[in-house]
């Protein structure tokens, strides 16, 4: 018997989700995992924050992505739930340039199972401007991607209650109308454009949600070697994969210390993907 699959196959799993993300994940998560995948069509995930900052998420990434979870699991009386999250920040060292971090979260609540993948993407069009007139907005939509990515239109970067935001903008004559009545109800006559980050209205988005999806359905498919649990993950890495040429410790990964969740079972693996040896080009020794 296949034991890794016999804990959530054929369960209904909750996918806690709007914005269409289950077009990119459900299907994984039933063919790799065999779940019933539900998702609910009255649950409102914008309430526990937006992307446009007229409501605050609580908290950071992974405990906005498992209040999500439990909140579902509470509404619908199940016991599996996934759910999604993503960040947008700074690139730590390109300036004006964004990340985008997304994070998958599933929650067992019958079996106390909780396992998190994260995937990190240099690869987004998260970007914002402030504008004065219709064509910088056009200028804008262009190099974002537009409109195969949409636009969000609104008269300041932080918008009150009674503002009016214009969200999921993907045709022209609505982004110059959005735009038009922006400018008109500021009073310095500026706008600011930043790009839509929802996952239906940013397909960039949507392929590393994709990705990340991919890593949770490996980690749940690692199994604990003790006690076959799942979910046996990465705990702990350690530096020190020697040069290729001189064999000198380099600050790149040698080993990684996995770790069962349930009997705490700990295994060192050496050498991830392989790779035995580490390019002289990080080597403080070779290449100082
Ligand atoms: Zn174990
Ligand atoms: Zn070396």
Redesign the pocket.
């Known amino acids: 018997m296949n034991k890794e699959k016999s804990w959530f196959k054929n369960r209904v799993c909750i996918l806690a989700t709007m914005h269409k993300k289950e077009e990119v994940m459900a299907s994984l998560l039933e063919e790799k995992i065999q779940m019933k995948i539900v998702v609910p069509d009255n649950f409102n995930t914008d309430q526990f924050g937006t992307f446009t900052r007229e409501i605050k998420r609580l908290g950071n990434q992974t405990e906005a992505a498992r209040f999500k979870a439990q909140k579902a699991l509470e509404i619908t009386g199940e016991t599996l739930a996934i759910t999604s999250e993503g960040s947008f920040f700074p690139h730590p060292s390109i300036p004006f340039v964004s990340c985008n971090r997304e994070l998958v979260l599933l929650l067992d609540t019958f079996n106390d199972i909780e396992i998190i993948a994260t995937e990190l993407s240099f690869e987004t069009n998260h970007s914002h401007a402030s504008i004065q007139t219709v064509e910088e907005a056009l200028s804008f939509a262009e190099k974002i991607g537009f409109p195969e990515h949409g636009l969000v239109v609104m008269s300041r970067a932080e918008p009150e209650k009674s503002d009016k935001i214009f969200k999921g903008i993907t045709n022209k004559k609505e982004l110059i109308d959005a735009v038009e009545i922006a400018l008109n109800s500021s009073p310095e006559n500026k706008a600011h454009i930043e790009t839509d980050m929802r996952a239906m209205y940013n397909p960039t988005r949507m392929k590393v949600i994709a990705k990340t999806t991919e890593t949770l359905i490996k980690k749940i498919l690692n199994t604990?070697?003790?006690?076959?649990?799942p979910g046996?993950d990465i705990i702990e890495t350690k530096p020190g994969l020697p040069c290729e040429m001189c064999h000198f410790p380099t600050d790149l990964i040698k080993s990684e210390i996995y770790q069962?969740?349930?009997?705490?079972?700990q295994e060192n693996r050496d050498y991830p993907n392989n790779i035995k040896y580490a390019d002289p080009m990080y080597c403080n020794f070779c290449n100082p």
């Not at 604990?224 to 649990?229: I, L, M, Q, S, V």
């Not at 069962?260 to 079972?265: A, E, L, M, P």
Request: with cysteine.
């Open positions: 604990c070697p003790n006690c076959e649990f046996f069962c969740q349930k009997c705490n079972y």
